[in-house]
């Protein structure tokens, strides 16, 4: 993998030389992945404690409130980034993910000591609010070390470590409820997010003093308003925003269809890993190949498979009466999802590439427009499902067929795209 060094030819900072970072890439990258994690705990774990949540608050068997238990920290995660993002342009990396992590850890304790459904809900917000930190952080930190298909690759290998969460998690959250009340779900990412306050005393700030940006309101204002006029990152942060609301919508009614549906409430911890283990091995190929054939030509390979098996979830759902064959449905719902491992990375590099001297802001605007918009998306979509796949089959096609016309709009003549365009394949 090659790591951009500060005075890099390609890097938007002035030339010096070369900064000690301390932590080698691997561990660094590593980390990272743990600190990705700490949002992706805050959202998987829960998953296995639905039932518990609808007893404890009189819910009602099979409700799809629990579904707002996601929701709302998605809203969390989306609109505190807003504020993350100028932050750590001022004030570092480090500092945002110290402050984050705070917070994170009242939303987790807040959530287990919750007496009402709405202060959990509540609870759930600010946890989303804390995690937002954490995400500003890790990709803003990837920015900085490395750019162009080298970031893709960065991104990838984060996401295949990242993506082991959800495949361990609903098993790690079905064995804590067996041992200790479902509210131990809480308390386990708390633990974890000090867990990730200590390892990161090792990482030393890679925001170059040469990018700091004044925290002031005018000066906010203009670098987002840089980054919203900045086409490349406007037209694929929406792109981004549909696939976010596909996400949303899986994880909010996954539990409900495998129960409901497929009445296979005991395999749910399995069945949702099976499906995100191939998250992970499409973050893995797609480490592998983008810097062989470009950013763009792959993303305009996936889409042609991905809109395809997005019809074809539909047909199956509709001519069944809306309850498929498990061993039909699944397998093409499972494929379709793992593609999204060749699109988000690279749609997020191709989009952070021309405004990598506001790499806070940017990860921060185009972050909270994706999971903001994500989480709306997926809250519409998720509310119409019952006992039927029809509506989450027909929500995702709509979705997916929005992100890919995103991606034809912004498709034009452009230096950035053409970069993105070029192979790599000499990087390792």
Request: with cysteine; proline share 5%; net charge positive.
């Amino acid at each position: 993998m090659t790591e951009l060094a500060a005075d890099s030819p390609t890097s938007t900072t002035s030339k010096q030389p070369p900064r000690d970072y301390r932590m080698k890439p691997r561990e660094l990258l590593t980390l990272i992945s743990a600190i990705m994690a700490l949002m992706a705990l805050g959202i998987d774990l829960m998953l296995p404690a639905f039932d518990d949540i609808r007893e404890a608050f009189d819910l009602g068997e099979g409700s799809p409130e629990t579904g707002k238990v996601i929701t709302v920290f998605f809203m969390g995660l989306a609109v505190a980034q807003l504020v993350w993002g100028p932050l750590a342009d001022r004030f570092g990396r480090k500092p945002v993910l110290y402050m984050g992590t705070a917070i994170y850890l009242i939303g987790a304790i807040g959530s287990a000591l919750a007496p009402t459904f709405g202060l959990l809900l509540l609870s759930r917000f600010v946890w989303g609010i804390g995690a937002a930190g954490s995400r500003v952080v890790a990709t803003a930190i990837i920015r900085d070390r490395f750019e162009g298909t080298a970031m893709a690759k960065a991104m990838s290998q984060i996401m295949a470590v990242f993506m082991l969460v959800p495949i361990l998690a609903p098993s790690l959250g079905t064995a804590i409820i067996a041992v200790f009340p479902w509210r131990g779900v809480f308390w386990f990412c708390a633990v974890w997010s000090v867990f990730i306050v200590l390892w990161s005393l090792r990482m030393r700030e890679s925001l170059d003093p040469v990018n700091r940006r004044p925290l002031k309101l005018g000066a906010t204002m203009q670098g987002y308003a840089e980054v919203a006029r900045t086409r490349v990152t406007a037209g694929y942060s929406v792109s981004t925003i549909f696939l976010q609301g596909v996400f949303t919508t899986y994880l909010a009614s996954s539990e409900l269809l495998i129960t409901e549906v497929f009445d296979r409430e005991a395999q749910f911890p399995y069945i949702f890993g099976a499906v995100a283990t191939l998250f992970a091995a499409g973050a893995i190929l797609n480490g592998r190949v983008v810097g062989r054939i470009g950013i763009h030509r792959l993303v305009n390979g996936v889409f042609g498979v991905l809109i395809p098996l997005t019809l074809l979830s539909v047909v199956i759902s509709v001519t069944s009466g809306g309850r498929p064959n498990f061993w039909l449905f699944m397998p093409v719902l499972a494929l379709t999802l793992g593609s999204f491992m060749f699109l988000m990375p690279n749609l997020n590099t191709a989009a952070l590439t021309p405004v990598g001297h506001l790499a806070g802001t940017a990860s921060a605007l185009s972050g909270a427009a994706r999971l903001a918009g994500g989480a709306v998306l997926g809250t519409i979509v998720s509310s119409q499902v019952s006992d039927s796949t029809t509506a989450f089959s027909v929500g995702v096609a709509v979705l997916c067929a929005g992100s890919w016309v995103s991606v034809l709009v912004t498709r034009r003549r452009s230096p950035v795209l053409r970069q993105l365009a070029t192979p790599e394949p000499t990087i390792a």
